[in-house]
């Protein structure tokens, strides 16, 4: 069947600007994880939905990063004013239930100039 | 604290050369799981394994394995004849029950272990 996917898969925009990143996951994956990796680093958590809901926003980095997910389903997230700082790919990764192996998304790289 | 730590930053091995990439962690749950994944230069995650806190038996998948000691909490992975289609980022992870609060067992990755394998 169908795996993670993400769209874009590359976001060139400018400091200041609002992008949005999509995240679709594998059909029937309850559980909903996103992750940003800088470079030579692994990963590292943002946010997990159960459903509709985000269950856990901890690793979110201040206020200018939001993620929603409506309809249990399909996921976006937000970034508001971006920085340079914010340039790295985000990992989107489902798994169901949660604690079940995490299938990852290819990512989408994103560049803020 | 860093939870899984992976102290191998790179590793350069010629084909053929079986390879172990370490990886201890830092857990008080009695509850986790321990995972292997490998990023190749187009950059997805790939799994590889998932090994759960009770099951302490050591696995073998071709020429993949994978030794599990609780005593030491390391989770370490061997290559067996190394080929050059191996050369990839393997991280190392791990997810709690309990120690990240109501995140969904998310991951906590280590660093990273650079492979190089060379013909």
């Known amino acids: 069947g169908a795996g993670v996917s993400q769209t874009p898969s590359n976001k060139v925009t400018e400091k200041g600007k609002y992008v949005e990143l999509r995240c679709d996951p594998i059909?029937?994956?309850?559980?909903l994880y996103w992750y940003r990796q800088s470079l030579g680093q692994g990963p590292e958590f943002l946010i997990y939905?159960?459903?509709?809901?985000?269950?856990?926003d901890s690793g979110l980095p201040n206020d200018r990063f939001f993620a929603v997910r409506p309809e249990g389903s399909v996921s976006t997230l937000k970034i508001q004013r971006t920085e340079r700082g914010d340039s790295a790919v985000y990992l989107c990764?489902?798994?169901?239930?949660?604690?079940?192996?995490?299938?990852f998304g290819p990512g989408t790289r994103l560049l803020v100039l | 604290a860093q939870k899984v730590t992976q102290a191998q930053t790179e590793i350069s091995v010629v084909e053929k050369e079986d390879v172990t990439l370490d990886c201890v962690y830092e857990?008080?749950?009695?509850?986790?799981?321990l995972f292997w994944y490998k990023q190749p230069p187009s950059g997805e995650l790939v799994f590889l394994i998932r090994?759960?806190?009770?099951?302490?038996q050591n696995e073998i998948s071709g020429r993949y394995s994978w030794n599990f000691q609780k005593s030491t909490s390391s989770f370490n992975f061997t290559i067996t004849a190394s080929q050059v289609v191996d050369s990839a980022v393997y991280f190392c992870a791990l997810s709690e029950e309990e120690g990240n609060s109501n995140s969904g067992y998310a991951l906590n990755f280590g660093k990273g272990t650079s492979l190089l394998v060379t013909p």
């Open positions: 090994r759960n806190s009770f099951d302490e």
């Open positions: 059909s029937g994956h309850t559980a």
């Open positions: 990764a489902s798994s169901s239930p949660p604690g079940e192996t995490q299938y």
């Open positions: 939905f159960q459903g509709t809901g985000a269950a856990d």
């Open positions: 857990t008080r749950d009695t509850t986790y799981y």
